[in-house]
């Protein structure tokens, strides 16, 4: 989920320097300067693999991953702790003060803070992602209400018009991010459709406006979502925002539990669809897609040699994740194992995130992430980073779940805290001090 997020933010850093934002894109006393992700390709998780990114010179202990975070610190943090609650063990203590330490007095997050101590202000590179994710990896660990509070706070004062959420405050709507910010309000307890913008829509409404409809004019492109629409209004299939906005329109977050399989998902075309409509039929274009060669494409880069498009591991990680979780895992049982036997390069190249969009393949599907195709995803997640507190595995619920957009943000949100609550019992107390912020200007 973030070869491209790092990319488009060092262009959005770069456009700081020269664009002055309008005042209505301040929110909270920050302005918002991290990058919205590319249309095409996959936001995976680091840098580009052919050009390793150099490391600064000395990186926060309790970072996870070795380049640098400038780009996607606060991303890669919240993934890699999201992965280690699913995987059943606890980041280690300054892992955590390290992400909540990132937190502006907004409440929102930036891509990264080099140095805490020093306030937000209108430079300070605050976006939607960054904050949707910490919310999701701060849930996982009890007691961080407030935390958590700031942040949705902070996200329901840029929420666009027309339900959804831009990278940046004031910027369009884009699949990725509504889907983000929807799974950050579930796991918080709080139903993505009760969240209504200054003209009464929510998120839900913004993703059913982002689905290309399963009518036979647009072929192969049938079901699937666009990231965002091109100047013209048309809507582009893009692999990403379909499997983001699968796990969205069904109210889910990145980590989602096992559900069990069903027939296969079928694109329906319908006059007035509503978020779980779409989100099937995003599921039957990912499993059409993946059925061809077991996994996913990214077409080559402008000005690349290879004319061939590439396999996009990211993006087939994050489509079995999608599938399974819609109910749908025998047409992603075939991806599962290409990454099980093509995956490991590609995540010691990109690092934690990489690791952790494994493990929430494996996760979503059963697979013991200690034994992924040989590879212990979670020791090599580990070593990335402070080394964690060991604990009980967490379980997935007896029972399975529908994926129904009625029911997933309250119910997912009783079975994540049930969860946790098995994960307190099989632990010692852990009690971590707040670290203090300095209140921004």
Sequence with gaps: MTTVRRCAAAL??????????????????????????????????????????????????????????????VWRQSLAMTAQFAAGVRPADRAVAWLKGQQCASGAFPAYRPDPAVPCDAKTAVDSNATAAAVQALSTLGGQRPAMERALGWLRSVQNKD????????????????????????????????????????AYDALVALAI??????????????????????????????AAAVLGGLGK?????PVQAGPAPVCVPTADPGPERVARNGAAYLASALAAKGHLDQPPMPGAEESEPLPDTGNTADAVVALTAAGYGDQASGALEWLKE?????????????????????????????????????????????????????????????????????????????????VVCASVPFLISERKRSEQP
């Design 12 to 73: 959005a850093v770069s456009a700081l320097l020269g664009v002055a934002f309008a005042p209505a894109a301040v929110a909270g006393g920050d302005v918002p300067v991290s990058p919205a992700p590319s249309p095409t390709g996959s936001p995976d998780a680091s840098p580009s693999p052919s050009v390793p990114a150099p490391a600064p010179a000395a990186l926060p202990p309790g970072l996870y991953g070795k380049k640098d975070p400038a780009y996607d610190g």
């Design 163 to 202: 339900g959804g959420w831009g990278y940046l405050p004031g910027t369009p709507t884009d699949t990725n991010s509504t889907s983000l910010v929807i799974g950050a309000l579930t796991t918080s307890g709080v139903r993505p459709s009760a969240v209504r913008s200054s003209e009464g829509r929510n």
């Design 213 to 242: 409809p399963c009518d036979a004019a647009e072929g192969a492109d049938a079901g699937a979502f666009a990231y965002q629409p091109d100047k013209a209004g048309e809507l582009t299939a893009n692999d990403d925002a379909t």
């Design 253 to 257: 977050r990145m980590m989602a539990w």
């Design 342 to 422: 093509n995956s490991g390069a590609w995540a010691q190249e990109n690092g934690p995130a990489a690791y952790a969009q494994l493990i929430f393949a494996a996760h979503a599907t059963g697979t013991d992430p200690r034994n992924f195709g040989g590879i212990d995803l979670v020791e090599r997640l580990n070593a990335t980073g402070p080394r964690p507190t060991a604990m009980a595995s967490v379980p997935a619920p007896a029972a399975a779940v529908t994926g129904s957009v009625g029911n997933s943000g309250r119910d997912g949100g009783i079975l994540w805290i049930l969860g946790i609550a098995v």
